[in-house]
């Protein structure tokens, strides 16, 4: 019995730190290329699809991010699996299609707060990493806006 006993405990354990590792700040590297950075998830899972609209822009940090209509500075995004950077430091969607700086995008994703889910990241790309009000936009899609007819 006590075998038993001590492998559900270690199995339990283990499960626990197998979903801690995915959590997060686990999944999401960084890519740099001309002065831009861009966090990328490590693996798409499922997340929030609110629709979003924006123009590719870049923080006083440098990490890509979307600007909004009023020419706010850029919020971090933190791209689909699959996206990387170019040499020029744009964006290149999971099928190689470039979305440059000053590009309409649109998207479907979610936000989260920064520095609470993904306090390394902050680091890198907020003036104030402890801003518990800055949030990052998390996406699961991402395209260049479609230009109007």
């Not at 499960?15 to 966090?39: D, I, N």
């Not at 000053?102 to 402890?130: K, N, W």
Request: charged letters at 20%; hydrophobic letters at 45%.
């Amino acid at each position: 019995m006590g075998s038993v006993r001590r492998r559900r405990v270690l199995v339990s354990a283990v499960s626990v730190l197998l979903l801690a590792s995915c959590g997060a700040a686990g999944g999401v590297r960084t890519a740099e290329a001309a002065g831009h950075v861009a966090l990328i998830k490590g693996m798409d899972v499922s997340g929030a699809d609110a629709a979003w609209f924006g123009t590719l822009g870049v923080n006083e940090n440098g990490c890509l991010g979307l600007v909004g209509s009023h020419g706010e500075p850029a919020t971090v995004v933190i791209w689909p699996s699959g996206t990387r950077l170019d040499d020029d430091g744009n964006v290149l969607d999971d099928r190689g299609r470039a979305i440059q700086i000053g590009d309409a995008v649109e998207a479907g994703g979610g936000e989260e707060p920064f520095v609470a889910s993904y306090p390394e990241q902050a680091e890198l790309c907020l003036d104030e990493p402890t801003d518990d009000d800055a949030v990052v936009i998390v996406l699961w899609t991402v395209t260049r806006a479609s230009e109007p007819a």
